[in-house]
Each structure stands twice: as structure tokens, then as C-alpha cells.
């Protein structure tokens, strides 16, 4: 089925796929921004939303790679100024694994990680993992049995951005960029502390909600970085999952093969939850990304070598399939679809 209306939906959108024989192709439509008519153009950046998901259990996994953390310990184990608890406030022995597969019994607040304006005011993480505001109101807690249920969990990734930067003492941006970034010579992806957002914002896809108007100062606040504050080019994406496809022929030289199998491993109880990802038919990866500015995703085909990302700048009120934004990443380049 062709979704005709994906092109009306999306004020912006960018493609990019690598086939089978490993050529790449991209292809770019609409506004990036609808009042100034600004195209959309390899050099838009795109919000990410939950595919920062991806990218954070990436870097949890280097540090697991390195020997530095071990996934089947205890989060607790490595969290010093915060504690992750258990509902009656003992310290819970959830795994940095079941956090990562969102199997760790962490339940978001209600109506949590959704509308902060660039104008509220600031929210710390310590002020989201206690609960202290609307943002997410309900202290982070292991509150089911870990393993037992699968709880899709902001808050859980919130925890992992905790631990990394208590482990690693910079800010959480400058730990992802010096750590996947940087070795992959990414130029066009970043995490949206308020520094990556001064310095990209000219290139940054002005978001448009539900209805289809613009949203107060172009693009939320997210200070939920790891779990959603992810922004980059459909092109950029595609570096990382290529690099993480080559890791898992084993041919990286920046990423293990053991590492990528770890995060193909899906949680015992959950066959689609791995870490980060989200586990289809044949081997295919996937990870989704939905938010009141954009909606996007990011699939890699194992058996094939396959990957596509698409990125756009609305939240069109629908999941991934019924949007089309599934099938543009499904269909290919037109160039391929030609040949």
C-alpha cells in the first residue's frame, strides 16, 4: 500500500537508505520550516525523539565493551550521589540490562516527559528521577518485579543518564560525543543541551504539533536528553548503523561484534525488547521515534544489510505505520525502485 498522504502529513521530511549492495542514496521533501519556507536539505537537523534510546545504550555498551560497567549488575552498583529504589525504599537490585530493555519495572509518570517549553523553567534530571514537577510526576522507582513486565520507560532512561555521567563526570552530550560522535566524524548530530542548541539551531526543523501548528519556539525543551533529546540527519544515522551493522559481520574497528550480539539479544520473557532496540521478523532492528515536534525511525535488516531512517517535523497523531513514515523507510530510494 503507498501512503499518498505521507507528503501532506509531514511539512518536512528526509530519507536515507543503504540497499542491499551497499550503495547509499537519500532523498529530501518539504519545509523545514513552513513561515520562512526554508527547505528541508541534507543539512536539516531532525529531532530524534526515542531513537536517543538507541544511541544511549550504545554508549552503555562501549562502557560494558571496555570491561568499565557490567550490564547484569545492578544499576545501583554504580550510582553514587542517586539510588534507583524499590517501592518500599530499599535499593533495588534492577540490571543495567533490564533498564536497558525497559524490563526493569521503572513506570513513567502520567502524562510525563511531554510539553516543556524553551521558555519554562529549568528542570534538572535530579528534579525528574524525584519526581519534583509535572514533567514526570512520580518519583523513578523499580515498581514491578524486574524481568516480569515490559514498561516502555523514559524514566529508565533517565537512570542510564545518571549513571553515565556520575561513572564518566562530564555532561551527558559531551560523554556521547566524545564517545560514538566524534570516532564516527559525526558533524550533524548532537544531544540538545542547551550549548548543541545554541550553536545548531539555524539548522534545526521547526516541529509542528497534532494539529499542525507550530510549536511555541520552534522545538520543545527535552531535558530528558537520553531518553529523547537526540537531533540529526536521516544521512548521520545512517553512519551508525552502518558502523553498527559492520560490528555485527565483524568488521568494526570502533565497535565489538560481542557487543552488537549482546544488544540482538532480546530480554527472556519480551522476544522484541533487546537493549535499546526493538526486535522484528528476520532479524530486523528497529528503533521508533515519536514526539510532539517530529516522528521518525530506524531500521536495519540483518540478513540483508538493508537500513533506512526517516526523519520528519510533526507529530502526526499516529504511530509509525499508519503515518507512513514505516513505509518510506520500507520503500527504498526511488532510484531503486526504478531499477
Known amino acids: 500500500m503507498e501512503y499518498r498522504n505521507v507528503w501532506e502529513l509531514f511539512p518536512g521530511i528526509g530519507c536515507a537508505w543503504i540497499n542491499a549492495a551497499g550503495k547509499t542514496a537519500a532523498e529530501y521533501y518539504g519545509a523545514a520550516d513552513l513561515e520562512s519556507n526554508a527547505p528541508v536539505n541534507r543539512d536539516t537537523v531532525f529531532p530524534a525523539c526515542s531513537v536517543s534510546k538507541f544511541i544511549t545504550a550504545l554508549c552503555v555498551m562501549k562502557l560494558h565493551e571496555q570491561g568499565t560497567v557490567d550490564i547484569d549488575h545492578p544499576a545501583n552498583h554504580y550510582l553514587r550521589r542517586w539510588k534507583l529504589r524499590s517501592p518500599d525504599g530499599s535499593v533495588s537490585n534492577a540490571s543495567i540490562r ?135 540527519t536521516p544521512e548521520e544515522l545512517l553512519i551508525i548503523a552502518r558502523e553498527f551493522m559492520e560490528a555485527y559481520e565483524g568488521r568494526s574497528s570502533f565497535l565489538q561484534q560481542k557487543t552488537v550480539l549482546e544488544m540482538m539479544k532480546p530480554a527472556e520473557k519480551f522476544p522484541w525488547a533487546g537493549p535499546g532496540l526493538l526486535i522484528g521478523e528476520n532479524d530486523t532492528l528497529i528503533s521508533r521515534g515519536w514526539g510532539e515536534n517530529g516522528q521518525c525511525i530506524l531500521k536495519m535488516h540483518c540478513r540483508t544489510g538493508k537500513i533506512a531512517a526517516v526523519m520528519t517535523n510533526r507529530n502526526p497523531g499516529v504511530d509509525q505505520q499508519a503515518s507512513g513514515v514505516e513505509w518510506l523507510a520500507d520503500r527504498g530510494s526511488c532510484e531503486d525502485n526504478q531499477a
Not at 533498564?99 to 525528574?128: K, Q
Not at 513486565?149 to 533517565?158: K, N, P, W
Not at 550553536?199 to 494539529?211: K, L, N, S, V
Open 98 to 232: 533490564s533498564i536497558l530493555c525497559h524490563t526493569a519495572g521503572i513506570v513513567d509518570g502520567e502524562d510525563a516527559f511531554y510539553g516543556l517549553r524553551r521558555n519554562d523553567p529549568e528542570i534538572s534530571l535530579m528534579d525528574i528521577l524525584e519526581g519534583k514537577t509535572a514533567y514526570n510526576n512520580r518519583p523513578v522507582r523499580s515498581e514491578k518485579p524486574q524481568g516480569e513486565v515490559f514498561e516502555y520507560s523514559d524514566a529508565g532512561y533517565c537512570v542510564l543518564q545518571q549513571l553515565l555521567q556520575e561513572m564518566m563526570h562530564p555532561s551527558f552530550d559531551d560523554i556521547v560525543r566524545d564517545t560514538l560522535f566524534n570516532p564516527l566524524g559525526l558533524r550533524s548530530t548532537f544531544f540538545a543541551a542547551p550549548g548543541s542548541v545554541a550553536f545548531y539551531e539555524p539548522r534545526m526543523a521547526t516541529g509542528y504539533d497534532e494539529a499542525g501548528l507550530p510549536i511555541p519556539g520552534k522545538f520543545p525543551s527535552v531535558p530528558d536528553l537520553a531518553a529523547s533529546g537526540l537531533w540529526s
